[in-house]
């Protein structure tokens, strides 16, 4: 994925129907399986060498409507990340990871 200095949408806004987390020996994957607003097939979201993971506000649950964005932060020379992803609002879930991919929403998690 490439992305210039300014965030951009990584999908849709869309309501949250899953969230996964993996890990192989030191890398961390989260997948989001996204349901947009405006569509009836879902977007699968697949997250690797993620860090410093929060989920922020009060209430984070999948009821809420997300934006998520990501932002190129290569420049700053952090070994292995390359991303900061975060919701428009900063109120479901913020982290760094070295790659986003988009994947097929049939591919299991």
Avoid at 80 to 96: A, M, N, T, W
């Amino acid at each position: 994925m490439s992305t210039s200095d300014s965030r951009v949408p990584l999908a849709p806004m869309s309501r949250v129907s899953q969230v996964s987390l993996s890990r192989c020996n030191d890398d961390l994957t989260v997948t989001f399986v996204l349901m947009p607003l405006e569509a009836d097939e879902a977007v699968k979201l697949r997250c690797t060498g993620v860090s410093d993971l929060r989920f922020r506000g009060p209430n984070t649950d999948l009821n809420g409507i997300v934006l998520l964005m990501a932002q190129d932060i290569s420049a700053r020379g952090w070994e292995g990340i390359r991303l900061q992803v975060v919701d428009y609002d900063e109120e479901f879930v913020s982290f760094y990871c070295r790659e986003v991919e988009k994947i097929s929403p049939d591919d299991t998690l």
